[in-house]
């Protein structure tokens, strides 16, 4: 079947972190999703509108929230990262086709969930984190979630505040480069993965950021800490 096309309309954008933005679109009636999956942009070059290539995002909102969020994470020369410095405003519209992907909880298992994620990696689990425990799953969740500096931390305070209300969650924050007076964790993801779920081989695991880190935790999760293939789901923004 066709995936269809639908045209949104920016409603907010505001700049949340270093270099991220939250930018909130209209969400179109007939679009539906699961928690984790994305979608596909159609972005105009800044210079030439006439231009126009596919960029993925995933979906950071639920599927029951009225919008539709992104984290936007920009790289210097980008084409959507130009776009939405330039040219996004309340009521840009842009195309976007979807939803994509598999990367979803996995129905079928009993299993307690571990996210690990960088950056804007954080999106899809934003979305099935609220899902999952909005609809009275009461499995332990974890979710290491790193950045390298206190400036590049975003919905850190909504994370914290969902562990807060649920007593099954459980929000590892960890700095890479952490200043001296930083109280939370430190260093990069993979290396905490151990000391914060020493019965990583027991869960249902959930990874994804940059490519190099999830790459490296699938070879980790595989190689070295007794995880099973049907366990591991990983989503690299390529
Ligand atoms: C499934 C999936 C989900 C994703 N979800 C998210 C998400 O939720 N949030 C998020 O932030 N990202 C996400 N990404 C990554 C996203 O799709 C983009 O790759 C990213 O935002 C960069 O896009 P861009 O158009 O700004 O950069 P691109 O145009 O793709 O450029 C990438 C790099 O190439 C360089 N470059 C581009 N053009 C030139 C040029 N003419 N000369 C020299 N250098 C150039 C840029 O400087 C930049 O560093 C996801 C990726 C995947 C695959």
């Not at 969400?27 to 070059?45: A, C, R």
């Not at 954080?122 to 009461?138: E, V």
Request: proline content about 6%; some cysteine; overall charge negative.
């Amino acid at each position: 079947m066709a995936v269809p096309t639908y045209s949104v309309s920016c409603i907010s954008k505001t700049l949340i972190a270093k270099d991220v933005y939250d930018i909130r679109f209209a969400k179109p009636e007939s679009f539906t999703f699961k928690p984790g999956q994305f979608i596909l942009f159609d972005v105009p070059h800044a210079d030439n509108p006439a231009d126009i290539q596919a960029r993925a995002y995933s979906i950071a909102s639920t599927p029951g929230e009225q919008e539709l969020l992104f984290a936007i994470k920009l790289t210097p020369g980008g084409r959507m990262s130009r776009w939405v410095e330039e040219r996004c405003q309340a009521e840009s519209a842009l195309l976007m086709k979807g939803p994509f992907g598999n990367f979803v909880l996995d129905a079928n298992t009993g299993r307690d969930f571990l996210f690990i994620c960088t950056s804007t990696g954080n999106a899809p689990f934003r979305s099935m984190l609220l899902s999952a425990l909005q609809s009275g799953d009461t499995r332990r969740m974890d979710l290491i979630y790193g950045v390298r500096a206190r400036e590049d931390l975003f919905w850190k305070e909504e994370f914290e505040a969902l562990a807060e209300k649920y007593p099954n969650f459980f929000v590892h924050i960890a700095l890479s480069g952490a200043p001296e007076n930083w109280a939370g964790h430190r260093g990069r993801v993979q290396t905490l993965v151990p000391q914060i779920a020493p019965d990583i081989s027991g869960k249902s695991i959930y990874v994804c950021g940059n490519p190099e880190m999830t790459k490296e935790v699938k070879q980790l999760c595989l190689n070295e800490w007794g995880v099973m293939k049907a366990d591991l789901h990983v989503e690299g923004f390529i």
